[in-house]
């Protein structure tokens, strides 16, 4: 089974930025299509930003322009770059791996953005 792990997350004041990674147990990036998820305390869990295998890329209208979703085959790794962080980007972050059957989640990483 795939394992995922999110690190990079923590206290950042608005304006600010962080960048998160997630490391995969095995190289999946060719076969799998990867995103980043995020839900804040009482809402659900809503889709940031995704990558293919392919390199092609997409993203929440209220995340565009700020954050930057990026694969490292070599690495084993997928980043997300947020920057100009908001107070409503505050949410657990979740890496995830898909294909047409099956999904693997992390265990999340916390963001939060407050003064």
């Known amino acids: 089974q795939v394992q995922l792990v999110e690190s990079g997350g923590g206290l950042v004041q608005p304006g600010g930025s962080l960048r998160l990674s997630c490391a995969a147990s095995r190289s999946i990036f060719i076969r799998y299509t990867m995103g980043w998820y995020r839900q804040a305390p009482g809402k659900q869990r809503e889709l940031v930003a995704v990558i293919t295998s392919g390199g092609s890329t997409n993203y929440a209208d209220s995340v565009k322009g700020r954050f930057t979703i990026s694969s490292d085959n070599a690495k084993k790794m997928v980043d997300l770059q947020m920057n100009s962080l908001k107070p409503e980007d505050t949410a657990v972050y979740y890496c995830?791996?898909?294909?047409?059957?099956?999904?693997?989640w992390g265990q999340g990483t916390q963001v939060t953005v407050s003064s």
């Open positions: 995830n791996a898909r294909d047409l059957r099956l999904s693997f």
